[in-house]
């Protein structure tokens, strides 16, 4: 490799490692290309798993400031970024290392702390963000739900209520009459034409006064 091509790697080496919360050191001489890209697609996209000669690693993690154990850097050396949940990505490591005996777990650092492959072993049996978000959701949940009932208590008995007047209302709608509404009524109530209207007043066997000057015309 020439010094352009190895400035390149080492630079690309050390961005990975500012921008990883974490790294897992792995050897993997005996894998296969297929299990390989097998690997990539089991730790998703928030790791990138790139293939490193040890003594451009050791100087791309001295550039980024992170101090690696000189007993990583022995073996072929394949290391697994983590941009994500650190988790997930030490759990898909695990178990794929379970099923193909060629994949080593060798160490790695999280935070800028260095752990050995069992504690990365132990951070696998960990829960995921996810699952610890999941349960926290769940107890907000719980405790929104009792909260919640406590209010539904007295909205329920005034519900009640509200449904005794409504029943009462069907069968004597008067009780809902208050205020100006009977004046509105009266308003809207047509008014009696003066020409026809017959007095209240007068008298059912009173005669009428047009026949009575009648009569007394003809006596004349």
């Known amino acids: 490799m020439v010094n352009a091509e190895k400035i390149a790697a080492v630079a690309e080496l050390a961005d990975n490692f500012r921008e990883s ?6 050897e993997y001489r005996g894998l296969t290309v297929k299990q390989l890209q097998e690997l990539r697609r089991s730790l998703g996209e928030d790791v990138h798993y790139a293939v490193a000669k040890n003594t451009l690693t050791k100087i791309a993690a001295k550039d980024a400031g992170v101090e ?11 290391i697994a970024f983590i941009k994500g949940d650190p ?4 759990k898909s490591l695990r178990d794929f290392a ?5 994949l080593i777990i060798k160490g790695g650092f999280l935070d800028g702390k260095i752990l050995s492959a069992e504690e990365i072993n132990k951070l696998a049996d960990l829960e995921s963000r996810e699952v610890l978000l999941a349960k926290l959701a769940g107890g907000m949940k719980a405790s929104l739900s009792g909260a919640a009932s406590l209010f ?6 005034a519900a ?15 009780i809902l009459a208050a205020g100006p509404e009977p004046v509105a009524a009266a308003e809207e109530a047509p008014v009696a034409d003066e020409a026809t209207e017959t007095p209240a007043e007068a008298p059912a066997d009173a005669a009428p006064v047009e026949a009575s000057s009648d009569a007394e015309t003809s006596e004349g």
């Open 21 to 26: 919360s974490g790294a897992v050191l792995t």
């Open 68 to 78: 690696l154990d000189n007993e990583l850097l022995v073996g072929p050396t394949a």
């Open 87 to 90: 988790v997930l990505a030490a």
């Open 98 to 102: 379970k099923g193909n005996a060629p």
């Open 152 to 157: 539904a208590a007295p909205l329920s008995q």
């Open 160 to 174: 009640r209520v509200l449904g005794a007047l409504q029943a009462k209302a069907a069968d004597d709608p008067s």
